[in-house]
């Protein structure tokens, strides 16, 4: 069990929003930036989001970042069906990993 | 373009050894950091070992701790960890990814496709 708390799963129609939560505590997020990452089936992860709120060139600004106290948020516009994976946060420069989101666009 | 290859994974009893190898290209492989992250079956990411661009400096997870070994050959491009006395619960994908830093926070902006390793009699 990670000490990053993520939604098991998490949903929407195409063209929606949805957000993704992660809970950590004073220790992890509270004092370090979070990452966060986009997993396919049989693909490498891919880098999304990092320092909290940093888009990497190449990453749609239908994703966003954002971090609070001891937790941070990944918000998603626009659902489309190729959004349809596992999202996981992690923080501590990668060291501690969410559990993992997935991700069903219905 | 960025590209990770690992190899060397398989299947090994417990208590036995196995060296993943991950061969680095489309970058200056000797100016990153580097790191192992594993998929247990049916599991989340966990981070195993990261080690400095240099190599000098290496980092390991409570869990592989005193088993696994990380090293580099930054004139081969080729970044190596070393398993022993593996365990059933070692078994997973083992990715290799490259490191990058925004100011003194890092992040993981390349991965490979992973290697399986099983560890099963």
């Known amino acids: 069990q990670s000490v990053l708390t993520q939604p098991p799963s998490a949903s929407g129609t195409p063209g929606q929003g949805v957000t993704i939560s992660c809970s950590g505590s004073?220790?992890?997020?509270?004092?370090?930036?979070v990452n966060w990452y986009q997993h396919l089936p049989g693909a490498a992860p891919k880098l999304l989001i990092y320092s909290d709120n940093q888009r990497p060139s190449g990453v749609p600004d239908r994703f966003s970042g954002s971090k609070s106290g001891t937790s941070a948020s990944l918000a998603i516009s626009g659902l489309q069906s190729e959004d349809e994976a596992d999202y996981y946060c992690?923080?501590?420069?990668?060291?501690?990993f969410g559990g993992g989101t997935k991700l069903t666009v219905l | 373009e960025v590209h990770l290859l690992e190899s060397g994974g398989g299947l090994v009893q417990p208590g036995g050894s196995l060296r993943l190898s991950c061969a680095a290209s489309?970058?200056?492989?000797?100016?990153?950091?580097m790191s192992w992250v594993r998929q247990a079956p049916g599991k989340g990411l966990e981070w195993v070992s990261a080690?400095?661009?240099?190599?000098?400096?290496?980092y390991y997870a409570d869990s592989v701790k005193g088993r696994f070994t990380l090293s580099r050959d930054n004139s081969k491009n080729t970044l190596y960890l070393q398993m022993n006395s593996l365990r059933a619960e070692d078994s997973a994908l083992y990715y290799c990814a490259r490191r990058s830093h925004y100011g003194s926070a890092w992040y993981t902006d390349f991965w490979g496709q992973g290697v399986l390793v099983t560890v099963s009699s």
């Open positions: 992690a923080t501590w420069d990668d060291t501690v």
């Open positions: 489309g970058f200056t492989f000797s100016n990153y950091a």
């Open positions: 004073s220790s992890n997020i509270g004092s370090n930036t």
């Open positions: 080690i400095s661009d240099s190599g000098a400096g290496t």
